[in-house]
T-cell receptor, first 111, second 109 residues
Framework: GENVEQHPSTLSVQEGDSAVIKCTYSDSASNYFPWYKQELGKRPQLIID?????GEKKDQRIAVTLNKTAKHFSLHITETQPEDSAVYFCATNTGGFKTIFGAGTRLFVKA | NAGVTQTPKFRILKIGQSMTLQCTQD?????MYWYRQDPGMGLKLIYYSVGAGITDKGEVPNGYNVSRSTTEDFPLRLELAAPSQTSVYFC????????FGPGTRLTVL
C-alpha cells in the first residue's frame, strides 16, 4: 500500500547549523507534499509545502526539495535556532483528501 | 475564524466507560479527520469524512464510531474505553493542507 518513510527519527544539531530531513514515498500519483511542525504539547501545523510541478521552494530559513523521479523530498532548515526544536512530519497527498504522514523526526537544537 | 476546536482538552475515563470527543470547524471544509497520537509516535487515522452524512474507516477504527450530520461537526465516540485508547486525539479538516484542532488528551485507567 501507500507508504511514506521518514529519516532520521531523531536529529540533534548545534544552534546555527543546518538540519535536513528526508522522506521517500511509494505512490507515484502523489502530487502535494506538505511538512508539518509539532511543538511539544501542541498541534501539528503546516510550515511549508510543495507541489509536483515544482522542484524546490524556499521560505526564509526553510526550504523543501522534491525529486519525483526518485520519489523523495527533503526539508532543509538553515541557521537553526532553539525554537526550531520540535517534531517534523512529512506527508504526501494524491490530490484528494487522503494524506499519508511519515513517522516524524524529533529535532533537537542545542544552544 | 476559530479554525478547528475540540472539547474537552483533557479527560480521564475508567475502563468500560464511554465518551464523545467533540470537534467543530468554521472553515466550511467538507473533509474532516480524526487521528490519534500515542506518546512519541506519529499520527494514525481513525476515521474520516468527505462531507455531511459520509464517513469511512481509517487505519485504526476499532473501538470508535463517528457521525457527520453537519459540515461543521464531526464527533468521535468511544465505546467501552480500554487502556489501549489512552492517547492524544486530534481532529483536523481540509482538502490538502490539514488544519488541526488543539487535541484532547485522554487517559483510560
Amino acid at each position: 500500500g501507500e507508504n511514506v518513510e521518514q529519516h532520521p527519527s531523531t536529529l540533534s544539531v548545534q544552534e546555527g547549523d543546518s538540519a535536513v530531513i528526508k522522506c521517500t514515498y511509494s505512490d507515484s500519483a502523489s502530487n502535494y507534499f506538505p511538512w508539518y511542525k509539532q511543538e511539544l504539547g501542541k498541534r501539528p501545523q503546516l510550515i511549508i509545502d510543495i507541489r509536483s510541478n515544482v522542484g524546490e521552494k524556499k521560505d526564509q530559513r526553510i526550504a523543501v526539495t522534491l525529486n519525483k523521479t526518485a520519489k523523495h523530498f527533503s526539508l532543509h532548515i538553515t541557521e537553526t535556532q532553539p525554537e526550531d526544536s520540535a517534531v517534523y512530519f512529512c506527508a504526501t497527498n494524491t490530490g484528494g483528501f487522503k494524506t499519508i504522514f511519515g513517522a516524524g523526526t524529533r529535532l533537537f537544537v542545542k544552544a | 475564524n476559530a479554525g478547528v476546536t475540540q472539547t474537552p482538552k483533557f479527560r480521564i475515563l475508567k475502563i468500560g466507560q464511554s465518551m464523545t470527543l467533540q470537534c467543530t470547524q468554521d472553515m466550511n471544509h467538507n473533509y474532516m479527520y480524526w487521528y490519534r497520537q500515542d506518546p512519541g509516535m506519529g499520527l494514525k487515522l481513525i476515521y474520516y469524512s468527505v462531507g455531511a452524512g459520509i464517513t469511512d474507516k481509517g487505519e485504526v477504527p476499532n473501538g470508535y464510531n463517528v457521525s457527520r450530520s453537519t459540515t461543521e461537526d464531526f464527533p468521535l465516540r468511544l465505546e467501552l474505553a480500554a487502556p489501549s485508547q489512552t492517547s492524544v486525539y486530534f481532529c483536523a479538516s481540509g482538502y490538502e493542507e490539514q488544519f488541526f484542532g488543539p487535541g484532547t488528551r485522554l487517559t483510560v485507567l
